[in-house]
């Protein structure tokens, strides 16, 4: 039996869990979320993105009832959440900080929610346990949070805020404070979490790797507003603006005028080179300002004019960034334009064949890059 692919934002008779409905937020004058319509579904682990300032965290302290929408609601399970107080919700938050209780071990800090809700003891403590074993913190529980690793604290933060079986955790800039090779680990660690336990995870950050590991959706935010929701991988092959295609990952944009020919277009962008061709649904009209967004891994680079390639260019190396399996050539043409190529690396680095200032030829097809009305 094949497996059921989630994704629940394409079956019309889905229900969301959660609804944002023309929510507004202002603070004084300052729109921090500019009339916004979204829904999250049961079970998602749904990932806010964005630079600093950009309104994710106001959307999760509205979710968590610190702040309250200025216009429009915010349904959870069919129901408007404003009047509920945030120790009512069935919404937990994870802070950045962790919040730990400095003097409670890992068992009470878990436990410390299940006791203010006057559960029955035999509960808490088979809940702890199970909280226990789901984060691998069985062996901790007896240590105080100065006595274990920052990842652990991290561990007993998530298990702390699962222990109350929330419909819902918001998870704020989670990682933070973690270092690269354990975030990483991480991320998969809370992916397997989110999986087992069935809550819905909403996550809030700006690291855009973060959003596209862990995410089942994720949404680009700029300004109070969603610029686009869409799984990571449409995200990244079908970004539907400049904005979200030069946020996400490694890009170049090449900015011309279209022309239509054929099954798509051809794109002047540099006097003296040869038009671009590029395959597209997009529509745009003759002489319509446009955008070309390639990825660096989708630029062949070769010493020889290939032969037969839809684009292809001579450009000289100007920088390499060699990032250990990858790297990344930065070529510039002779209008100046500067486009990047990338290749695995799978030969040692003596045997490399390009360098510094050699003059190479880029090439890609008519269907590499993604067209964009400018």
């Not at 319509?37 to 749904?46: K, L, N, P």
């Not at 919404?91 to 919040?99: G, L, P, R």
């Not at 984060?135 to 901790?140: A, D, G, S, Y």
């Not at 089942?216 to 300004?223: E, G, N, Y």
Request: glycine fraction near 6%; proline fraction near 6%; aromatic fraction near 8%.
């Amino acid at each position: 039996m094949g497996q059921t692919i989630f994704e629940p934002w394409n079956d019309p008779s889905a229900k969301p869990l959660i609804q944002f409905k023309n929510v507004t937020k202002k603070f004084g004058d300052f729109v921090a979320i500019d009339n916004q319509t979204f829904d999250i579904y049961a079970q998602e682990f749904f990932a806010l993105l964005g630079p600093s300032g950009c309104g994710k965290t106001t959307m999760m302290r509205m979710l968590a009832g610190f702040e309250t929408p200025t216009e429009g609601t915010i349904l959870l399970g069919g129901e408007d959440i404003a009047p509920i107080p945030p120790n009512k919700r069935a919404v937990n938050m994870m802070f950045q900080s962790y919040a730990l209780f400095p003097h409670l071990s890992v068992w009470e800090n878990i436990a410390f929610g299940l006791k203010r809700d006057s559960m029955p003891k035999p509960d808490i403590e088979a809940r702890v346990a199970e909280m226990l074993k789901l984060t691998r913190l069985e062996q901790f529980a007896k240590r105080k949070p100065h006595q274990i690793s920052g990842g652990q604290r991290q561990r007993v933060a998530l298990a702390r805020s699962l222990a109350k079986a929330p419909k819902l955790l918001l998870l704020d800039e989670p990682l933070g404070a973690l270092d690269a090779k354990l975030r990483q680990d991480t991320q998969f660690e809370l992916m397997d979490i989110q999986e087992k336990t069935g809550t819905t995870f909403v996550i809030v950050t700006h690291d855009q790797e973060e959003a596209m590991t862990v995410a089942s959706r994720v949404a680009v935010m700029d300004d109070g507003r969603i610029i686009q929701v869409d799984t990571p991988a449409r995200i990244y092959e079908s970004p539907n603006s400049v904005y979200v295609a030069d946020f996400i990952g490694d890009v170049t944009i090449l900015s011309g005028t279209a022309t239509p020919r054929d099954d798509g277009y051809d794109i002047a962008f540099a006097e003296g080179q040869p038009p671009l061709r590029s395959k597209s649904d997009t529509r745009l009209d003759k002489g319509q300002a446009c955008h070309l967004a390639i990825r660096p891994e989708k630029v062949s680079i070769t010493a020889e004019k290939p032969v037969d390639a839809a684009n292809a260019m001579q450009g000289k190396i100007l920088d390499i960034a060699y990032l250990g399996n990858l790297s990344t050539y930065h070529v510039q043409l002779p209008n100046g334009q500067i486009i990047k190529a990338q290749t695995a690396n799978t030969r040692r680095l003596s045997r490399r064949s390009f360098t510094w200032e050699d003059d190479v030829w880029l090439s890609w097809t008519d269907t590499a890059g993604v067209l964009l009305a400018g």
